[in-house]
């Protein structure tokens, strides 16, 4: 496989998936939220958790694949950061908040894509 056919089938997503969620968050909050409690800090989570499991994937198609902590540690932090300039922008966005438990949902959410995403793959290349 090539570095560029690489290069759209691994990281790409992550471009897109990232530019989704920038978009996203430059729109004004709506002003009706439901009323379930807590209910943005699941959507982090879960957001991220993609987020997360997006990086992973990519990473074992890296050079670093046969280092499974660096893939995961990576992931997670790269998944965080991203969480984080999120919160940054939507600080400047009319009627949006930065919020440091939005940041620590999408930390965990992070955590728990890397995790669900290495569970899932590993069964599935063992049989």
Not at 7 to 26: E, G, K, T
């Amino acid at each position: 496989m090539s570095r560029l056919h690489k290069f759209f089938i691994y990281w790409f997503p992550i471009i897109i998936y990232c530019v989704l969620i920038f978009i996203q968050s430059s729109y004004p909050s709506i002003k009706h939220t439901p009323e379930l409690p807590y209910f943005d800090k699941v959507l982090h989570c879960v957001a991220y958790a993609l987020l997360g499991a997006l990086f992973l994937r990519a990473f074992k198609t890296s050079q670093i694949k046969n280092n499974v902590k660096l893939m995961w540690i990576l992931s997670v932090i790269l998944s965080s950061l991203y969480g984080i300039s999120d919160e940054i922008h939507q600080y400047f966005v009319p009627y949006r908040y930065a919020e440091l438990m939005d940041v620590l949902a999408d930390t965990l959410g992070s955590i728990m894509g890397v995790y669900i995403y290495q569970a899932i793959a590993g069964k599935i290349s063992t049989g």
